[in-house]
Structures are given as structure tokens and as C-alpha cells.
């Protein structure tokens, strides 16, 4: 049997798998929902709240970065702790006396910020990407939580830096 008659139809159907994949890449309001109802919900004795949400488009990998940031506090305790979490990356979460360790230990090394959760590492000195999570700091004490996003447009140039930063919660 000959292989390459198939060659044809096997090419058609790759290219209609690929434009269906085109079409269901998940973005925008549909895709915070969804990571707002995985990763931020409410339950007793805790309450959820998203405080933000930053997404981008990455043009050379066609595909969406997104981040909700999340407060949980617990109702009994008063306790509470921030979480950032994404949709392809590892997150990072902190409780406030975290927040105020990793502050006081920034003012130590004369640093407005440390650098939280798993680096993202480029692949090759070509790939501007830079994702981060920080936490912002004045005088030893927590004061925003941010992400700074840098990715690629279709030519592999970096795009304009985009950030979330949210107000840490007065204890």
C-alpha cells in the first residue's frame, strides 16, 4: 500500500485540527471566571475575594498569560493570605506574616521588593519574556502585591511591560 495517497488527506484533517484550536483559545472575561471559580472560592470558615486580574497574549507560542490575584481571609481568625495564580504558570501565595518577614528582609538587603513563587526563566538570550511576582515593600512593611509581564509579539520583539499591583490589606 502506498502511504502518500493518504498524505493529502491526512494534511487536510491536521489543518482542521488546527483551526479548531484556533478558534477555543480561551481568553478574556470566559477564562478569569473560570480561574475565579478554581481558584478563588469561598468556603467555610474562609472568604474569597478576587482583587485583580492580568492577561496577555504571548504572539510567538499563540497563547494567553493570565493571573488572579486572590484574598482569602479566615472569618474565625481574621487571618488572611494573598494568592496569584495562573493559568500555565506555578503561582505564589502569602499570609501576612509571611508579607511581613520577606518585607523586613528586604529593607536588610536595601531592596523595594522581593521576588516571590517559582522564576520564570527565558529559553535563550532571543526570549524577551519576564514574568514576576513581587512584593513591594516601605519600610519593612507590605504594601502591594504585583505582577510585571513582559511578552512577544509575533517577531519575537518584547511587548510593552504590563503590571497589576494590588494594595497590600491593612491588618
Known sequence: MNAWKFAPVA????????AGCAETIEHGDALKQKMAESYCKSSEPYK???????????????????FLVCKTT??????????????????????????LEFSEKAVGEGKAYVIRGS?????????????EYRLNQENGKP???????????????????????????AS
Do not use: C, H
Request: no cysteine; aromatic share 6%; proline share 4%.
Open 48 to 66: 474569597a475575594e478576587v482583587m485583580g486580574y492580568l492577561e496577555e497574549k504571548d504572539d510567538v507560542l499563540n497563547l494567553y498569560y493570565a
Open 119 to 131: 522564576p520564570f526563566v527565558p529559553e535563550g538570550a532571543l526570549d524577551k519574556r519576564k514574568i
Open 11 to 18: 494534511m487536510i484533517a491536521f489543518a482542521v485540527l488546527l
Open 143 to 169: 504594601v502591594s502585591l504585583e505582577i510585571l509581564l513582559i511578552l512577544r509579539n509575533s517577531d519575537r520583539t518584547a511587548k510593552p511591560e504590563k503590571t497589576l499591583s494590588i494594595d497590600w490589606p
Open 74 to 99: 479566615n472569618l474565625n481568625t481574621g487571618e488572611l493570605e494573598m494568592k496569584i495564580r495562573s493559568n500555565i504558570l506555578t503561582g505564589t501565595s502569602l499570609t501576612s506574616a509571611q508579607a
